[in-house]
């Protein structure tokens, strides 16, 4: 895969402006005297989750936030997206960006400012919602890097662009934003940054690496038809229920023997719904499939074997054309793999470093979870993006996971809890100086 960014294929020398890092010690006693009213702000997000395309007050909110500090601001963007600009005289412009939707998850932390939202979703079922993947800490961190940034203008030039996203768990906030013109209509960033909260990273510390950093990520339906009848007489019938499980285990064999070990591959079938009565034997199964990889060519391949395997199958059955399996790919709900762009992340990570300490930033690894931030680099504009990891996990915790082996909860668990005083301290740290310098960034050649 070829990506080019900003930086060019020449090494550059870097040279960054002395008074970003002469007023650090300014920088770090603002963020202290700001932390408890972004301690207010995250609890208060955190309480009020909303559902995706649901994010009507959280965007307000922070709407909001970004007109008090004097920011041009957008709102309605793509559904419920958020976009802030500030220019602050001639320079890059550096984009940021946080998610906003929870999860249909009813909370089991025992804080008491867990969330209490119940609400219907799409299918009107009543569920629980909650911030079960830290878009309230993402937020949150949003609105305390703008504060710090819009604080001490004097220290970077440039154009500030603050995007709040919406619908990012069902992967289609950043598409929408991106059609309605986010490029066009308000700014063309020369760097887009983003962080996600890790369950398994202490907080105060942050992981980043260069290239693939999240996966290509595809739902599948697979629909498989039979010849029902009475489960006393499966003679008479052709079982979807028994085609249902063989195929369940042959499709492990794409990821096994049909894909080179060397490319990472996911086939995970999630769900499967057939039947309704002990002795009835139905006319049809549905599975429902997760896919994910990085290389689009291997995600091209696991489509194409389900599609063979799944009609293979039902022509050993002795099923005829009409009833062969649908093999349907949720197209629009699609999220291509992130890719941080090398010299950004390099970048970004010096920074980082600069920030809070060398022993605080380790190397991150991929991970076969899926982020539609990649979809912001990966427009006709080609921009180069970086997402880092910020660790959120007590510290003790952490440590006695360690000592004693024990699985902490993960994200999208109902029981996930983020340490989040010291996160969004070390989350807005590392952002501020990161967009600081991109901003007072100087090349020779």
């Given at each position: 895969?070829?990506?080019t960014?900003?930086?060019?294929s020449?090494?550059?020398?870097?040279?960054?402006?002395?008074s970003?890092s002469l007023?650090a010690?300014?920088?770090?006693?603002q963020?202290?005297?700001q932390?408890?009213?972004?301690?207010?702000?995250?609890?208060?997000l955190?309480?009020?989750?909303?559902?995706?395309?649901?994010?009507?007050?959280s965007?307000?909110?922070?709407?909001?936030?970004?007109k008090?500090l004097g920011?041009?601001?957008?709102e309605?963007v793509?559904?419920?997206?958020?976009?802030?600009?500030?220019?602050?005289?001639e320079?890059?412009?550096?984009?940021?960006?946080?998610d906003m939707?929870?999860l249909?998850?009813?909370e089991?932390?025992g804080?008491?400012?867990?969330?209490?939202?119940?609400t219907?979703?799409?299918?009107?079922?009543?569920v629980?919602?909650?911030?079960?993947?830290?878009?309230?800490v993402?937020?949150t961190n949003?609105?305390?890097t703008?504060k710090?940034l819009?604080?001490?203008?004097?220290?970077?030039?440039?154009t500030?662009?603050?995007v709040?996203?919406p619908?990012?768990e069902?992967?289609?906030g950043?598409?929408?934003?991106?059609?309605?013109?986010?490029?066009?209509?308000?700014?063309?960033p020369?760097y887009?940054l983003g962080l996600?909260?890790?369950a398994?990273l202490p907080?105060?510390?942050?992981?980043?690496?260069?290239?693939?950093?999240?996966?290509?990520v595809?739902?599948?339906d697979?629909?498989?038809?039979g010849k029902?009848?009475?489960?006393?007489?499966p003679?008479?019938?052709i079982?979807?229920v028994?085609?249902?499980a063989?195929m369940?285990?042959?499709?492990q064999?794409i990821?096994?023997r049909?894909?080179?070990?060397?490319?990472?591959?996911v086939?995970?079938?999630?769900a499967?719904?057939g039947?309704?009565?002990?002795?009835?034997?139905?006319?049809?199964v549905?599975?429902?499939?997760?896919?994910r990889?990085y290389?689009p060519?291997v995600r091209d391949?696991q489509?194409?074997a389900l599609?063979?395997?799944?009609n293979g199958?039902a022509?050993?059955?002795?099923?005829?054309?009409?009833?062969?399996p649908?093999?349907?790919v949720?197209e629009d709900?699609r999220?291509?793999s992130?890719?941080?762009a090398?010299?950004?992340a390099t970048?970004?990570?010096g920074?980082?470093?600069?920030?809070?300490?060398a022993?605080n930033?380790?190397?991150?690894?991929?991970v076969?979870?899926?982020e539609?931030?990649?979809?912001f680099?990966?427009?006709?504009?080609?921009?180069?993006?970086t997402?880092?990891?910020?660790?959120?996990?007590?510290?003790?915790d952490y440590?006695?996971?360690?000592k004693?082996?024990?699985?902490?909860?993960?994200l999208?668990?109902?029981k996930?809890a983020?340490d989040?005083?010291?996160?969004?301290y070390t989350?807005?740290?590392?952002?501020t100086q990161?967009?600081?310098?991109l901003?007072?960034?100087?090349?020779?050649?």
């Amino acid at each position: 895969m070829s990506i080019t960014t900003k930086f060019g294929s020449a090494l550059c020398t870097i040279a960054l402006s002395v008074s970003v890092s002469l007023h650090a010690s300014d920088l770090n006693e603002q963020l202290t005297k700001q932390l408890p009213s972004l301690g207010d702000l995250y609890k208060h997000l955190h309480q009020y989750p909303e559902l995706s395309n649901q994010e009507k007050s959280s965007a307000k909110r922070l709407a909001q936030e970004f007109k008090r500090l004097g920011m041009t601001v957008t709102e309605q963007v793509g559904g419920h997206g958020v976009v802030a600009l500030f220019k602050n005289g001639e320079g890059p412009t550096v984009m940021i960006r946080a998610d906003m939707d929870g999860l249909p998850i009813t909370e089991e932390t025992g804080k008491e400012y867990a969330s209490k939202v119940t609400t219907l979703n799409r299918n009107n079922q009543q569920v629980g919602v909650m911030h079960g993947c830290g878009h309230d800490v993402h937020m949150t961190n949003l609105v305390g890097t703008a504060k710090q940034l819009m604080n001490n203008k004097k220290l970077w030039q440039g154009t500030l662009m603050l995007v709040a996203q919406p619908a990012e768990e069902v992967g289609s906030g950043a598409k929408a934003m991106i059609k309605e013109g986010l490029y066009s209509k308000f700014a063309k960033p020369d760097y887009v940054l983003g962080l996600h909260v890790s369950a398994n990273l202490p907080a105060g510390k942050i992981a980043i690496a260069p290239g693939y950093a999240l996966a290509n990520v595809d739902s599948v339906d697979i629909t498989i038809k039979g010849k029902g009848g009475h489960g006393a007489y499966p003679h008479t019938t052709i079982d979807p229920v028994v085609l249902a499980a063989r195929m369940v285990l042959a499709l492990q064999t794409i990821t096994s023997r049909e894909i080179s070990p060397l490319k990472p591959s996911v086939i995970t079938v999630g769900a499967i719904h057939g039947g309704a009565k002990h002795n009835v034997i139905s006319d049809q199964v549905t599975l429902q499939l997760t896919l994910r990889s990085y290389d689009p060519q291997v995600r091209d391949q696991q489509i194409a074997a389900l599609k063979r395997m799944a009609n293979g199958i039902a022509m050993s059955a002795g099923l005829p054309e009409e009833l062969m399996p649908i093999v349907y790919v949720h197209e629009d709900e699609r999220i291509p793999s992130t890719y941080n762009a090398p010299e950004l992340a390099t970048f970004v990570k010096g920074s980082i470093v600069n920030a809070i300490g060398a022993e605080n930033v380790v190397e991150a690894e991929p991970v076969m979870a899926g982020e539609d931030f990649g979809l912001f680099g990966r427009t006709d504009e080609n921009i180069p993006i970086t997402i880092f990891w910020l660790g959120s996990v007590n510290m003790k915790d952490y440590e006695l996971s360690v000592k004693e082996g024990r699985t902490l909860p993960s994200l999208h668990s109902s029981k996930f809890a983020p340490d989040f005083e010291p996160a969004l301290y070390t989350g807005v740290k590392a952002m501020t100086q990161s967009a600081m310098d991109l901003f007072n960034r100087k090349e020779s050649n």
